[in-house]
C-alpha cells in the first residue's frame, strides 16, 4: 500500500513554476531590463547636449512623404532594404491615429522605440539561452559557477550602454536580433528544421540589412549534412528573393535603382576612406526620385573590390580549417566564436562605418568572454563609437572652410585617423584573439590588454589636439553668431 503515500504528480501549472524557479534571478533582470529600455527610449534622446542626433528624424521624414502619395520601392528609390522601408511607413501611419504632440516626432520616436525593445528584448532572451549552453558544463556546475555565468553575461549586457543609446535612433536592434536568433536555433535546434528556421530568420534579417546573412556562414559547422546547409541558404534566399520580388512588383525601377545604391555606395570613417581623401561624415547621397542618381560622396582610388575579396577569402580559409579542425556537429563555443570572428571580419572589410555597428559585436564579446576580457573589448568598442559620433562630427565641428582651417592653423583630420586607428586596432585584437581562441583554446590570450594599453596612452596624447580643436569650433561658431547679428 505503499503506493497510496507517494505524492500527486504534479500538475502542468506546478511543472512550469518549477521551470520558472530555476531562472528567478534571469526573470527579475528581464523585467528590469525591459522596463528600463522602455523608459529610455519614451524620455531620452540620444545625443544630449552635444546635439538631437540620430538617424529617428531621417526616418520619419521619409515615412511623411506618404502624405503626398509617394512610397518607397513604387515612387523612389531607398538606400535601406524593403523591410525596414515598409515599416518605417506602417510606423507612421499608426503615429496619424493619434492626435499630434507639440514635438510632432513624439509618437513616432515613442512606436519606433517600442519596437526596437521587443528586439532587443527577444536578443537578451538568446543570449541568456546561449549562455546557459556554453558555460552550464559539467566543469562549471562542479566549481559553482554554472549558474552565475549565465546570469552575468545577461546583466553585462543589460548594463551596457551603447546598445541603450542606439534604440531611439539606430534600427539595427532589429537586424542585430535575427542574428542572434538565428544562432540560437542552429545551436538548440539541431535538426533539419531547426536549419530552415535559421534560414528564414538570417533572410528576415537580410530584407532588414544584409549584415545578418553571414550568419549562415556557421552552417558547416553546425551539421555534417550538407543537406541541411543547403536547406538553410535556400530558406535565406527564398524569403529575400520574395521581398525584392514583390517590392519589384510595386516598383521595378526604383527597386533596381535601391540595389544599385546597396553596391555603388562609398565608404566614411574607415581607414579606406581617409586614404582616398574623404574625411566628412559619410552618408548616402543622390536624389531618391532620379533611379540614376550618383550615390557616392567620392571617387574611390583604391580597390575596393579586391580588398573585400581578400577579406572573405580569409573568412573562408578561416572556416575551412575549423571545420577540418574538428569534424561537425561541433560544440556551441566554437560555432559562437566563428560566428564572433565572421562578424569582426565583416567590420574591418567593410568600405564605411557607422557608430550601430558595434552593436553586431558587442553580444557575442560578453557571451564568450563574461570577465573582466570581454568588458574591456567592449568597453573600449563603446567609447571609441561615442568619441567620433556624436563628440567628433558634431561637437567639435571638423567641416570647416579651407580659409577658416589656415587662419585656426589646425589640422583636425588628424583626430580623425586616431580615432579610426584605435577603433581599427580593437577590431583586429578582437578577431585575432576569436581566431587564436577557435584554434588554440587553452592558450592564454594578451590581446585586450594590448589593446587598451595602447588606445588609453594614445587618447590621453592627443587630449591637448581635442581640447585645442574645440575651442576653436567654439569660437567660430560664436564669431560666425556675431556676424549674423551685426
Not at 369 to 392: I, M, N
Not at 433 to 450: E, H, Q, S
Request: charged share 15%; aromatic share 14%; hydrophobic share 55%.
Amino acid at each position: 500500500m505503499a503506493h497510496l503515500d507517494s505524492p500527486p504528480p504534479p500538475t502542468r501549472g506546478a511543472r512550469w513554476r518549477q521551470r520558472l524557479q530555476t531562472h528567478d534571478d534571469f526573470l527579475l533582470l528581464l523585467a528590469t531590463f525591459i522596463s528600463f529600455r522602455l523608459t529610455s527610449v519614451w524620455f531620452m534622446r540620444p545625443g544630449g547636449y552635444i546635439r538631437d542626433y540620430s538617424d529617428l528624424i531621417f526616418y520619419r521624414s521619409r515615412a511623411s512623404w506618404q502624405d503626398f502619395g509617394l512610397l518607397p520601392y513604387r515612387d523612389y528609390w531607398s538606400e535601406y532594404p524593403p523591410l525596414f522601408a515598409w515599416l518605417s511607413i506602417w510606423i507612421d501611419s499608426l503615429t496619424r491615429l493619434f492626435p499630434a504632440w507639440e514635438d510632432e516626432r513624439f509618437w513616432y520616436a515613442a512606436f519606433f522605440g517600442a519596437a526596437m525593445v521587443a528586439a532587443e528584448t527577444v536578443t537578451f532572451i538568446c543570449l541568456y539561452l546561449l549562455a546557459r549552453r556554453l558555460h552550464h558544463t559539467d566543469a562549471t556546475v562542479a566549481a559553482g559557477s554554472g549558474e552565475r555565468r549565465p546570469l552575468r553575461v545577461a546583466w553585462l549586457y543589460a548594463g551596457l550602454f551603447l546598445p541603450v543609446y542606439m534604440l531611439n535612433g539606430w534600427y539595427d536592434a532589429l537586424p542585430v536580433m535575427t542574428v542572434i536568433l538565428a544562432l540560437t536555433l542552429l545551436l538548440t535546434v539541431r535538426s533539419t528544421w531547426g536549419m530552415a528556421l535559421a534560414g528564414l530568420v538570417a533572410g528576415i534579417g537580410g530584407a532588414l540589412k544584409l549584415a545578418p546573412l553571414a550568419i549562415l556562414a556557421m552552417t558547416p559547422l553546425v551539421t555534417k549534412r550538407w543537406r541541411g546547409v543547403v536547406i538553410s541558404i535556400l530558406a535565406a534566399l527564398l524569403v529575400l528573393v520574395g521581398v525584392y520580388a514583390l517590392a519589384y512588383a510595386t516598383g521595378p525601377t526604383m527597386t533596381l535603382a535601391s540595389l544599385r545604391s546597396l553596391v555603388d555606395r562609398t565608404g566614411w570613417s574607415t581607414f579606406y576612406a581617409l586614404a582616398d581623401g574623404f574625411t566628412r561624415l559619410g552618408k548616402v547621397v543622390g536624389d531618391p526620385f532620379d533611379p540614376v542618381s550618383e550615390v557616392g560622396q567620392y571617387v574611390p582610388q583604391l580597390p575596393q573590390r579586391l580588398i573585400w575579396l581578400g577579406w572573405m577569402t580569409l573568412g573562408a580559409a578561416t572556416l575551412w580549417f575549423a571545420r577540418r579542425r574538428q569534424p561537425p556537429p561541433q560544440e556551441a563555443w566554437r560555432v559562437v566564436s566563428f560566428a564572433a570572428f565572421t562578424y569582426a571580419i565583416l567590420l574591418l572589410a567593410y568600405p564605411a562605418w557607422n557608430p550601430q555597428y558595434a552593436l553586431y559585436l558587442l553580444p557575442f564579446l560578453v557571451l564568450l568572454w563574461p570577465s573582466a576580457r570581454g568588458l574591456t573589448y567592449a568597453l573600449l568598442l563603446s567609447g571609441l563609437v561615442l568619441l567620433e559620433h556624436p563628440v567628433y562630427f558634431n561637437l567639435i565641428g571638423p567641416n570647416y572652410p579651407p580659409a577658416t582651417q589656415l587662419i585656426l592653423g589646425l589640422d583636425h583630420t588628424r583626430l580623425l585617423w586616431v580615432i579610426v586607428g584605435l577603433r581599427t586596432l580593437v577590431l583586429a585584437a578582437i578577431a585575432v584573439d576569436l581566431g587564436w581562441m577557435i584554434f588554440r583554446p587553452t592558450a592564454r590570450r594578451l590581446a585586450p590588454v594590448l589593446a587598451a594599453l595602447a588606445a588609453i596612452p594614445v587618447l590621453l596624447w592627443f587630449a591637448p589636439d581635442f581640447l585645442q580643436t574645440y575651442a576653436a569650433a567654439v569660437w567660430r561658431r560664436r564669431h560666425c553668431a556675431r556676424r549674423s547679428f551685426i
